[in-house]
Nanobody
């Protein structure tokens, strides 16, 4: 059974840090990504990891995506957090890696999300 479970969200002040985790069950995915969605806004891609690493411009230099293959766990280290980083963060996965990594419909598997709130 395919399952993705996120953890690590919380409330921090601007400038703080959080590390999100996404535990994956089942066979290892070839492509994994983090998305986020703020209230009233569309879901947007944050970072992806396959044979390459990609970041949204808004998080470059502040966020780091990584994976522990032995634990089949995806991470998102978030530093220098800003209030605009507030939202529900979702882990997404696919066995096939598409060129348009930031398109949510390219990922068939999703976690339930973990809330990140950054106060000013």
């Amino acid at each position: 059974q395919v399952q993705l479970v996120e953890s690590g969200g919380g409330s921090v002040q601007a400038g703080g840090s959080l590390r999100l985790s996404c535990g994956a069950s089942g066979p290892a995915y070839n492509c994994m990504a983090w998305f986020r969605q703020a209230p009233g806004k569309e879901r947007e891609a944050v970072a992806s990891l396959d044979s390459d690493v990609r970041y949204a411009d808004s998080v470059k230099g502040r966020f780091t995506i990584s994976k522990d293959n032995a634990k089949n766990t995806l991470y998102l280290q978030m530093d220098s957090l800003k209030p605009e980083d507030t939202g529900m963060y979702y882990c997404a996965a696919s066995y096939y890696c598409w060129r348009d990594w930031a398109t949510s419909r390219r990922y068939p598997y999703w976690g339930q999300g973990t809330q990140v709130t950054v106060s000013s």
